[in-house]
Nanobody
Framework: QLQPVESGGGLVQPGGSLRLSCTASGFTLEHYAIGWFRQAPGKEREGVSCISSSGGITNYADSVKGRFTISRDNAKNTVYLQMTSLKPEDTAVYYC????????????????????WGKGTLVTVSS
């Protein structure tokens, strides 16, 4: 069973930066779109960003545009989420997910076809 693994979460002060990583053992991610999601306590899960299999197309939620950057290194079988200018409201558990498709299709607050999910990494933004 494919299960991506997230890393890079932690405690950071407002205005700071973190880089999250998503990888998968024994499975090649390069043929699939990858999404990053987050869920804060008491809130609905939100699709934060998505990157196509080629890396040529990216999508961001309005709440993170201009602050977060998604990228992928297929040689390292890893997808990254660079987060800058972090705010307390960015505090959440962040999950990566592997799509069944090559492209990112926004659906409401999520992305289409995200079938395989990691266990998440906690990001806390606080002074």
């Amino acid at each position: 069973q494919l299960q991506p693994v997230e890393s890079g979460g932690g405690l950071v002060q407002p205005g700071g930066s973190l880089r999250l990583s998503c990888t998968a053992s024994g499975f090649t991610l390069e043929h699939y779109a990858i999404g990053w999601f987050r869920q804060a306590p008491g809130k609905e899960r939100e699709g934060v960003s998505c990157i196509s299999s080629s890396g040529g197309i990216t999508n961001y939620a309005d709440s993170v545009k201009g602050r977060f950057t998604i990228s992928r290194d297929n040689a390292k079988n890893t997808v990254y989420l660079q987060m800058t200018s972090l705010k307390p409201e960015d505090t959440a558990v962040y999950y990566c997910a592997v799509s069944e498709a090559r492209a990112c299709v926004r659906t409401g607050v999520g992305y289409y076809g995200m079938n395989y999910w990691g266990k998440g990494t906690l990001v806390t933004v606080s002074s």
